[in-house]
């Protein structure tokens, strides 16, 4: 909120002191660069409809950028296009694009250097490299862009949002895709990432190293190669995203590495490989998600301890838990299993026989990956069942003593559904970019 | 021989078993449609019929079929027939019977739910095409069997157990293997393994097909990978196409030699 009221402040300022100058391809002034040489701090600056290649912008002054109709600004593919080297800053309605791949530098659409209090709003970058690229920038709001590139592999590819040594940034409603990893965070902390879409691209759609009590809801996160890896961080809160066709041999819906004292609260899981996969992450909370038709839900790998996964919804996965032991103060009760067959006779909505979600081919395929080929096969639902009926190797205290007879009614994350305004017209866009 | 084969075909197409195994699967076909909609769940779960059925079905009846059908080889056998078209004849009446009954049965609900102008259209195709050849290779072993045993009650037994080898034991010896054996990479040992059960053979071409590769991780690639290719899925052709082969030319030399 303090960084809205300032933002808001700077841009009152501008109106009330600044003078504006217009920049289009006939008028008196004719350029961005000779504008942004004209001006002095709290000007703005209106660039009209045009195309404009000037190589490599750098706004060094507290300016207001604002373009009409999505000018176009062209790197033709050999240059880092807007660089910010100034606070107060604001870059509004802008077309960028072609920035071209560089394997020494990483270029980017829009480059923050160690500024504050910018706003960077409702500008498209296509086909650009690194798209809004923040380096030791803070109190901003990176808000309503769409990202989208073309990348083909990891190699010459950078990243959509890219944030590196980064405090108390906001990243709102922006489309990411086509991209390295859609929103990359790097040493960020007490930052907020709200209703974005980040689909098709090549890694992650959202990728946090070492960074510490951020929060991230109502995103939604599709078709990306690996899903959302959430590494070496702590404090993170996770709400009401989706996550959902993060379908192949590597890939996870929420990948958590050596994460600890996370929250995992009224999120969806649909189709993906596996659901959430968690390695040495302690103090795990897991409530109200739903996981839908997901090869394994929850995957919990060696040194984690303290994971609760309570008041879920699990829903015809392949596996609903593999787990390869669960330490005492692991809590895996009252959630919904699908799969559970038990009854209820004191009508309290809880099983009476307690639920045991790991099955013993989910322990099997744990010790010998290769007997997945086993999937399926009548011979494994005999074993299935046989383990089931009494348990000698799945691990004793993986299950849930009080099953909820019936689905809670998650609000999760389908009200939330991101309607992005310009989702629509994305297609159309991309095509005029190239 | 066609003239036999066609007899038998009529024959059983007349039988009352053969209109209740069709109607059996029109029903459950449509009961799973209207329940879920959903064509490639109901392929998942028409699958998982088809790998245990479909066998079972077959040598059941073919196993019955002989038995029943004695008295009259045996008039048959008195004529100036060849004995190979005798039994060959019979063997694909039964058989090509048997692939009708699932094709209509099964086949009939998905065109009228409209499969070819859906994504499902080549996984349907695929699990028609793997019930017709379960249905083939296991009446040919029932029949192997039942040319063997003159008792009865031993081939209806060698019969059951064949069956349930394929689709049970079969698997449990594998996974016992693939546990003990579990520090060496086993990737190609599964894949020559499944070669070797047409039952494991279908359900893996149908699963890589459902896209449910991804869950087998680096097994799964490496199925996918030697599947996925031209030369992999001629590979388990010529595989099933064996599988098929085998018994006929088992019931070929049988029925050359056996003393009636």
Same mark, same amino acid.
């Given at each position: 909120?303090?960084?809205?009221?300032?933002?808001?402040c700077?841009?009152f300022?501008?109106?009330?002191?600044?003078? %504006?100058?217009?920049?289009?391809?006939?008028c /008196?002034v004719?350029s961005?660069?000779q504008a942004?040489?004209?001006?002095?701090?709290?000007d703005?600056?209106?660039?009209?409809?045009g195309?404009?290649?000037?190589?490599n912008i750098?706004?060094?002054k507290e300016?207001?950028?604002?373009?009409?109709?999505?000018p176009?600004?062209?790197?033709q593919?050999?240059?880092?296009?807007?660089?910010?080297t100034?606070?107060?800053?604001?870059?509004?309605?802008l *077309?960028? *694009?072609?920035?071209?791949?560089?394997?020494?530098? #990483?270029?980017?659409?829009?480059?923050?250097?160690?500024?504050h209090?910018?706003?960077i709003? #409702?500008?498209?970058?296509?086909?650009?490299?690194?798209?809004?690229?923040l380096e030791?920038?803070?109190?901003?709001?990176?808000?309503?862009?769409?990202?989208?590139?073309?990348?083909?592999?990891?190699?010459?590819?950078?990243n959509?949002?890219?944030?590196?040594?980064?405090?108390?940034?906001?990243?709102?409603?922006?489309?990411v895709?086509?991209?390295?990893?859609g929103?990359?965070?790097e040493?960020?902390?007490?930052? %907020?990432?709200?209703?974005?879409?980040?689909?098709?691209?090549?890694?992650?759609?959202?990728?946090?190293?070492?960074?510490?009590?951020d %929060?991230?809801?109502?995103?939604?996160?599709?078709?990306?190669?690996?899903g959302?890896?959430?590494?070496?961080?702590?404090?993170?809160?996770?709400?009401q995203?989706?996550?959902?066709?993060n379908w192949?041999?590597?890939?996870?819906?929420?990948l958590?590495?050596?994460?600890?004292?996370s929250?995992?609260?009224?999120?969806?899981?649909?189709?993906?490989?596996?659901?959430?996969?968690?390695?040495?992450?302690n103090?795990?909370?897991?409530?109200?998600?739903?996981?839908? *038709?997901?090869?394994?839900?929850?995957?919990?790998?060696?040194?984690?301890?303290?994971?609760?996964?309570e008041?879920?919804?699990f @829903?015809?996965?392949?596996? #609903?838990?593999?787990? *390869?032991?669960?330490?005492?103060?692991?809590?895996?009760?009252?959630?919904?299993?699908?799969?559970y067959?038990?009854y209820?006779?004191?009508?309290?909505?809880?099983?009476?026989?307690?639920?045991?979600?790991m099955?013993? @081919?989910?322990?099997?395929?744990?010790?010998?990956?290769?007997?997945?080929?086993?999937?399926?096969?009548l011979?494994?639902?005999?074993?299935?069942f046989?383990?089931?009926?009494?348990?000698?190797?799945t /691990?004793?205290?993986?299950? #849930?003593?009080? /099953?909820?007879?019936?689905p809670?009614?998650l609000?999760?994350?389908r009200?939330?559904?991101?309607?992005? /305004?310009?989702?629509?017209?994305?297609?159309?866009?991309?095509d005029e970019?190239? | 021989m066609?003239?036999?084969?066609?007899?038998?075909?009529?024959?059983?197409i007349?039988?009352?078993? !053969?209109y &209740?195994?069709?109607?059996?699967?029109?029903? +459950?076909?449509?009961? +799973?449609?209207?329940?879920?909609?959903?064509?490639?769940?109901?392929v998942?779960?028409?699958? $998982?019929?088809?790998?245990?059925?479909?066998p079972? &079905?077959?040598?059941?009846?073919?196993?019955?079929?002989?038995?029943?059908a004695?008295?009259?080889?045996?008039l048959l056998?008195?004529?100036p027939v060849?004995?190979?078209?005798i039994?060959?004849?019979?063997?694909l009446?039964?058989?090509?019977?048997l692939?009708?009954?699932?094709?209509?049965?099964?086949?009939?609900?998905?065109?009228?739910?409209?499969v070819?102008?859906?994504?499902?259209?080549?996984?349907?195709?695929?699990?028609l095409?793997?019930?017709?050849?379960l249905?083939?290779?296991?009446?040919?072993?029932?029949?192997l069997?039942?040319?063997? $045993?003159? $008792?009865?009650?031993k081939?209806?037994?060698?019969?059951?157990?064949a069956?349930?080898?394929?689709?049970?034991i079969?698997?449990?010896?594998?996974?016992?293997?693939?546990?003990?054996l579990?520090?060496?990479?086993?990737e190609?040992?599964?894949?020559?393994?499944?070669?070797?059960?047409?039952?494991?053979?279908?359900?893996?071409? &149908?699963?890589l097909? +459902?896209d449910?590769?991804?869950?087998?991780g680096? !097994?799964?690639a490496?199925?996918?990978?030697?599947?996925?290719?031209?030369?992999?899925?001629?590979?388990?052709?010529?595989? +099933?196409?064996?599988?098929?082969?085998?018994?006929?030319?088992?019931?070929?030399r049988?029925?050359?030699?056996?003393?009636?």
């Open positions: 909120m303090k960084t809205v009221f300032v933002l808001l700077v841009s300022a501008q109106f009330l002191f600044g003078k %504006t100058i217009e920049v289009c391809p006939t /008196p004719s961005i660069k942004i040489q004209m001006a002095h701090a709290c703005t600056i209106f660039i009209k409809k195309t404009y290649t000037e190589g750098l706004i060094d300016l207001t950028l604002i373009g009409e109709d999505y176009v600004l062209d790197g593919n050999n240059t880092e296009i807007i660089t910010i100034s606070d107060f800053v604001n870059i509004i309605g *077309q960028i *694009q072609n920035v071209g791949t560089s394997y020494t530098q #990483d270029r980017a659409g829009i480059r923050l250097k160690k500024v209090h910018f706003h709003k #409702d500008n498209r970058l296509f086909n650009s490299f690194f798209g809004v690229y030791n920038s803070s109190d901003g709001i990176v808000e309503g862009n769409m990202v989208k590139g073309k990348a083909t592999n990891e190699t010459s590819s950078g959509a949002i890219h944030m590196w040594y980064c405090n108390n940034v906001l990243i709102i409603n922006n489309y895709s086509g991209h390295r990893d929103i990359y965070f040493f960020v902390d007490h930052s %907020t990432i709200t209703g974005n879409l980040s689909e098709d691209n090549l890694r992650y759609g959202l990728h946090f190293m070492f960074s510490n009590d %929060t991230y809801r109502r995103n939604t996160f599709r078709n990306n190669g690996a959302v890896a959430v590494m070496y961080s702590r404090h993170i809160g996770m709400f995203n989706i996550f959902e066709r192949g041999a590597a890939a996870y819906g929420l958590l590495k050596e994460i600890h004292d929250e995992i609260n009224g999120n969806t899981f649909r189709e993906n490989t596996v659901g959430i996969f968690a390695e040495t992450s103090r795990m909370n897991c409530h109200g998600n739903e996981f839908t *038709q997901n090869g394994w839900a929850i995957k919990i790998s060696g040194g984690c301890q303290q994971s609760r996964v008041g879920n919804n @829903f015809n996965n392949t596996f #609903d838990l593999a787990t *390869q032991m669960a330490a005492a103060d692991d809590s895996y009760n009252g959630n919904f299993w699908s799969d067959n038990g209820d006779l004191d009508h309290d909505g809880r099983g009476d026989v307690p639920h045991r979600p099955k013993l @081919f989910s322990y099997v395929v744990g010790k010998t990956p290769e007997a997945m080929v086993l999937l399926r096969s011979f494994v639902d005999i074993l299935n046989s383990e089931k009926v009494s348990p000698v190797f /691990p004793e205290n993986v299950v #849930d003593k009080r /099953p909820s007879m019936k809670f009614p609000k999760g994350a009200q939330f559904a991101n309607r992005l /305004p310009f989702t629509a017209s994305i297609g159309g866009a991309v970019a190239k | 066609l003239k036999i084969l066609k007899y038998s075909f009529f024959d059983l007349r039988s009352r078993w !053969t &209740i195994y069709c109607a059996f699967y029109l029903i +459950l076909t449509f009961s +799973l449609l209207a329940l879920s909609n959903d064509l490639a769940k109901v998942i779960s028409l699958m $998982n019929i088809v790998l245990l059925l479909c079972l &079905i077959a040598t059941m009846f073919g196993v019955m079929y002989y038995y029943n004695r008295e009259f080889t045996e056998l008195a004529q060849r004995r190979t078209s039994f060959l004849g019979q063997f009446g039964v058989a090509g019977s692939s009708m009954s699932w094709l209509i049965g099964a086949g009939l609900p998905f065109v009228l739910y409209g070819f102008g859906s994504a499902e259209a080549g996984n349907f195709l695929t699990l095409f793997i019930g017709v050849v249905s083939f290779i296991f009446s040919g072993l029932a029949f069997i039942a040319l063997k $045993n003159e $008792n009865r009650i081939g209806f037994g060698l019969a059951i157990l069956w349930l080898f394929f689709a049970v079969y698997d449990g010896l594998l996974l016992l293997a693939l546990l003990l579990n520090s060496y990479p086993l190609r040992f599964a894949l020559a393994a499944s070669m070797f059960n047409p039952i494991d053979l279908s359900r893996i071409l &149908i699963l097909k +459902l449910v590769s991804a869950l087998m680096f !097994t799964g490496v199925f996918r990978k030697f599947l996925g290719t031209g030369f992999g899925m001629a590979v388990s052709l010529v595989v +099933l196409a064996a599988w098929v082969l085998l018994p006929t030319l088992g019931i070929r049988l029925a050359m030699r056996k003393d009636f």
